[in-house]
């Protein structure tokens, strides 16, 4: 579990922008991965977690896809399984696959926090160019966690495609606002 654990933190400062030397945090990112998957045996959780990352910094989608539907096998009740299956299914463009996927974890975990799993949903909900379904997702993402710029980002996207500029704005405006100097 260290390892997977170890290398989403690697992923973040990569993602994120926080490390001086990002390809460097990349690799470290991408080979803490592939040692949680080597030491991981039938761990749900650090294969969960390693799939998560590699998918993220662009290995084998398909490959991660297997990996994430090992971690479900072996422990269908899995929560965090399920959320992270919905982003790599995002990621592979299988987006009624991810709101599925999305929709089991926020069940089986009804009291986590629900941000993050409502802007992915908004996202998928997105690319399927269903906007009203992907802003009311969204803005309960804002609601959950009112400092996740994903949500925003998408939600001001979500307002310009419908037309709706003003509130595209006003989103921009609350964006800035909690990420100043971004």
Not at 7 to 20: D, R, S, T, V
Not at 25 to 48: H, K, N, S, T
Not at 50 to 57: D, E, G, I
Not at 61 to 89: C, Q, T
Request: proline share 4%; with cysteine; charged share 20%.
């Amino acid at each position: 579990p260290a390892l997977s654990l170890a290398a989403i933190c690697h992923m973040h400062l990569f993602m994120n922008g926080w490390a001086e030397a990002s390809e460097t945090i990349r690799r470290q990112a991408v080979d803490l991965a592939r040692q949680a998957l080597e030491a991981a045996e039938d761990d749900p959780r650090v294969l969960a977690n390693a799939a998560f990352v590699l998918a993220q910094m662009g290995e084998d989608i398909g490959a991660m896809i297997g990996v994430v539907d090992r971690a479900l096998a072996l422990n269908p009740s899995f929560a965090r399984g399920w959320f992270l299956s919905g982003i790599i299914r995002r990621f592979a463009g299988q987006n009624d696959l991810a709101i599925e996927h999305l929709e089991t974890s926020l069940r089986l975990s009804p009291r986590e926090s629900m941000g993050q799993p409502l802007c992915t949903l908004g996202m998928a909900y997105f690319l399927k160019r269903q906007f009203d379904e992907a802003s009311a997702k969204l803005l309960l993402s804002i609601q959950d966690n009112s400092g996740f710029p994903p949500a925003y980002r998408w939600l001001a996207a979500c307002y310009a495609h419908m037309g709706r500029l003003d509130e595209a704005h006003a989103t921009v405006a609350k964006l800035r606002a909690i990420t100043p100097g971004a």
